[in-house]
Nanobody, 121 residues
Framework: QVQLVASGGGLVQPGGSLRLSCAAS????????MRWYRQAPGKQRELVASMTSGDSSNYADSVKGRFTISGDGAKNTVYLQMNSLKPEDTAVYYC???????????????WGQGTQVTVSS
């Protein structure tokens, strides 16, 4: 089974920065996309940023210009650099990977456990 471990969350002041990491392990043949979602209490989970195997990236309007998604050359780790953080960025951030487990399989989606980001004075 594919395992995604998200880390890097914590408590920061408004205007501060955090860098989230998501490490993937297991038998992965290829990665199609890596995504970051977030969910605040009482709200629906929303897509924050995504990166495809073609190195294209997309961001939610609320984080454009502040967040950057990136990955390493092995495609087994994805990062989310978060700058100019605002209180409304407070949420549990989840990593999602869309991968192929073998050459002949279709793409499957896997989720990390989530990491808490709190932006407060």
């Amino acid at each position: 089974q594919v395992q995604l471990v998200a880390s890097g969350g914590g408590l920061v002041q408004p205007g501060g920065s955090l860098r989230l990491s998501c490490a993937a392990s297991g038998s992965i043949f290829s990665v199609h996309a890596m995504r970051w979602y977030r969910q605040a209490p009482g709200k629906q989970r929303e897509l924050v940023a995504s990166m495809t195997s073609g190195d294209s990236s997309n961001y939610a309007d609320s984080v454009k210009g502040r967040f950057t998604i990136s990955g390493d050359g092995a495609k087994n780790t994805v990062y989310l650099q978060m700058n100019s953080l605002k209180p409304e960025d407070t949420a549990v951030y989840y990593c999602n990977a869309e991968v192929k487990l073998d050459k002949y399989s279709t793409y499957s989606s896997f989720w990390g456990q989530g990491t808490q980001v709190t932006v407060s004075s």
